[in-house]
């Protein structure tokens, strides 16, 4: 499957910034989807994640309910809605398809990757 991650862009702390990841196929529903971000010279960290029916979410502790996920398969598509943003937020964020079935895969365990969007959180 592909995956096109967009929305990212510049915003001042205590912004909101909405990230879409489009996916090419109908068989996105099978998949857990993933949010994970990366900054330069650091190992792309785990943001969020959302099983296949969207039923449940999972989100790293550093989130601190700032960030939620969201999908809708009939679009193909999944959301994360970051608000309260902060400049520590800087990174380059990537959308990732899974087929473990697990919400807490790995960055091992995903298989398919969009290209990255930038998001830059200015003070």
């Known amino acids: 499957v592909q995956l096109q991650a967009f929305g990212g862009g510049l915003v001042q702390a205590g912004g909101s910034l909405r990230l879409s990841c489009a996916a090419s196929q109908r068989t996105f529903s099978r998949y857990v989807m993933g949010w994970f971000r990366q900054t330069p010279g650091k190992a792309r960290e785990f943001v969020a994640a959302?099983?296949?029916?969207?039923?449940?979410?999972y989100r790293a502790d550093f989130v601190e309910g700032r960030f939620t996920v969201s999908r809708d398969n009939a679009k193909n598509t999944v959301w994360l809605h970051m608000n309260s943003l902060k400049p520590e937020d800087t990174a380059v964020y990537y959308c990732?398809?899974?087929?473990?079935?697990?919400?807490?895969?790995?960055?091992?365990?995903?298989?398919?990757w969009g290209q990255g969007t930038q998001v830059t959180v200015s003070s």
């Open positions: 959302i099983t296949a029916t969207g039923s449940n979410t």
């Open positions: 990732a398809a899974s087929t473990t079935g697990t919400l807490y895969a790995t960055v091992y365990d995903y298989d398919y």
